[in-house]
């Protein structure tokens, strides 16, 4: 394992310890909004701390951005973190959430740890080397097209702008495939992909921390990520679309007929 992807991966595992702790303890958990239909706790400031204090006893110089920290520092070493991607899920008892880390060096995404602490499962991958769960290595689906395929995604609750454009879509692809499926958690959902256990992801409007550590899992197990319009905009746009590189046409065939302008961009 490489040294830096051994450091995120004692970050997330110190991280996911407290979080399933605190799961256990829902009288300490405060949650407060941060947005429309958006919510933060103690435990992910909490959590995001654990990863930054983890991580900084190796690396002191790195620069991080993180889902409640913003921006610290400068460096050709950034770390991406959320520190409890699923807070919904979280405040609500359901146990589906995790810790995300991405290490971005020079603007390029070289390592990636996911952790679900409820399941003690650990999705890894190093650039170029692959994606493993648990130290056994992933790959994706060997679907062809969207017939019988279980897709996941997320509903745009945090731009219901384009709710209505994001329906036409979702209609579209659910009379293709066997099933949709909607979990809460974007970083969970590509590692799932990357395992197999789904055949596609989309949704619209992430974050980068929402998405930095599952795109590089998926992609190592074998997935094709692309935006909206087939583009490699994702990080900026935060417009996802995820498949095994057979059945990706299928999947974005169905989506850009679908388009809004505003979506395109």
Not at 26 to 44: F, L, M, Q, R, S
């Amino acid at each position: 394992m490489h040294p830096m992807l051994n450091i995120a991966v004692r970050a997330a595992r110190a991280a996911g310890n407290f979080i399933a702790k605190s799961f256990e303890q829902p009288d300490k958990v405060e949650a407060t909004p941060k947005g429309t239909h958006d919510w933060v706790t103690n435990i992910d400031k909490e959590a995001e701390r654990i990863i930054i204090e983890t991580i900084r006893r190796s690396y002191p110089d790195h620069a991080f951005i993180g889902e409640e920290g913003g921006i610290q520092g400068e460096s050709d070493f950034q770390w991406v973190i959320d520190p409890l991607d699923g807070t919904t899920n979280f405040i609500r008892g359901i146990p589906h959430f995790c810790v995300s880390i991405a290490l971005r060096v020079k603007g390029k995404t070289e390592q990636a740890v996911v952790f679900d602490p409820i399941r003690g499962e650990l999705f890894t991958a190093s650039r170029g080397v692959g994606a493993q769960l648990n130290g056994k290595r992933l790959r994706v689906s060997q679907v062809r097209d969207l017939e019988g395929t279980v897709l996941a995604t997320g509903l745009p609750f945090k731009q219901r702008q384009h709710y209505n454009s994001y329906m036409t879509i979702f209609t579209a692809i659910f009379e293709k495939a066997a099933d949709v499926r909607r979990t809460g958690s974007a970083a969970l959902d590509l590692s799932y992909l990357a395992a197999g256990r789904i055949d596609g992801f989309f949704e619209l409007g992430l974050k980068p921390w929402d998405i930095a550590a599952g795109e590089l899992i998926a992609r190592e197990a074998g997935a094709i990520v692309t935006d909206f319009t087939g583009g490699h905009n994702y990080l900026k746009s935060g417009n996802i679309v995820a498949a095994p590189a057979r059945m990706l046409p299928a999947l974005l065939g169905t989506i850009k007929p679908n388009l809004t302008d505003a979506i395109r961009q």
